[in-house]
């Protein structure tokens, strides 16, 4: 596994964006957590790492780091599910790419894609571009169109026709990738199994029929929540409850 970078960094964004005291507490508890990690402490080192993040700072690199403390400790549920949340921050972070396909390889159950192969081959920059990105590129594209449209106007003729349909094309597209994806980010919930082995079943109870088995580490999408039970989704016909507990919500 690679190791810890920007440390450094990490401090000073801490202590810039919260109150005095409360920085100098949360800098010492990641001071606290490098050290333990440095030290192979690695429960202490996740502990001190989750209380930062439950205390509300969303950092790519302090769930990075969570993910290499969980991983070292031998919890592959967790790791899976700080990776998981890391990379909605640090799509194209090399080492947290490299850190994640390391832990999932080690996973017992094949990943239950939802995406059909032609689906990804089809709509390509969906999944090859962050939710960001996607974003300022259907910014860039409305832009340029309207600045085409506006030379148009002013010298009023029918200059760049042919690449002002080719922006506006692209213009459509990219906004409604965007807009889906916030569609996604908002209504689609999905989870990462915590448990060592979690049994799925049809019902509500832990007596109901067991349909099939999941181990920590498998991603799952979240479908229904009832009581303290979720109804999830692993792949094409594997659908099933668990309990809240059982699973670790990305966000």
Same mark, same amino acid.
């Given at each position: 596994m690679k190791g810890f970078r920007y440390i450094l960094l990490f401090?000073?964004?801490?202590?810039?964006?919260?109150?005095?005291?409360?920085?100098? =507490?949360? /800098?010492?508890?990641? #001071?606290?957590?490098?050290?333990d990690y440095k030290e192979d402490r690695f429960a202490e080192a996740a502990a001190a790492f989750l209380q930062i993040a439950d205390s509300g700072i969303n950092n790519g690199k302090l769930y990075y780091d969570l993910g290499n403390a969980y991983f070292k400790k031998g919890?592959?549920?967790?790791?899976?599910?700080?990776? =998981?949340? /890391?990379?909605?921050? #640090?799509?194209?972070?090399?080492?947290?790419?490299?850190?994640?396909?390391?832990?999932q390889s080690l996973t017992k159950d094949e990943k239950g894609d939802k995406d059909f192969p032609l689906?990804?081959?089809?709509?390509f920059?969906?999944?090859?571009?962050?939710?960001?990105q996607i974003q300022w590129t259907a910014i860039l594209f409305n832009l340029i169109f309207w600045f085409l449209t506006a030379l148009r106007v002013t010298r009023r003729k029918n200059s760049f026709q042919t690449l002002r349909h080719v922006i506006l094309t692209l213009c459509l597209i990219f906004t409604l990738t965007a807009v889906y994806n916030d569609y996604e980010a908002?209504?689609?919930?999905?989870?990462?199994?915590?448990?060592?082995?979690?049994?799925?079943?049809?019902?509500l109870t832990d007596d109901a029929t067991e349909l099939f088995v999941l181990h920590a580490g498998a991603?799952?999408?979240?479908?229904?929540?009832?009581?303290?039970?979720i109804r999830i989704t692993f792949s094409e016909g594997k659908i099933g409850w668990i309990k809240k507990s059982e699973a670790g919500v990305i966000y």
């Open positions: 401090v000073l964004m801490i202590l810039c964006s919260v109150q005095t005291t409360g920085a100098g =507490e949360t /800098a010492r508890a990641f #001071l606290d957590g490098v050290r919890d592959i549920g967790n790791a899976m599910l700080w990776y =998981e949340r /890391a990379l909605k921050l #640090l799509p194209h972070d090399p080492d947290l790419k490299f850190n994640y396909e390391t832990a689906v990804r081959i089809m709509f920059w969906k999944y090859l571009l962050s939710q960001t908002d209504f689609i919930q999905e989870a990462v199994i915590l448990p060592a082995k979690v049994s799925i079943r049809s019902g991603k799952v999408r979240i479908e229904k929540e009832k009581d303290d039970y």
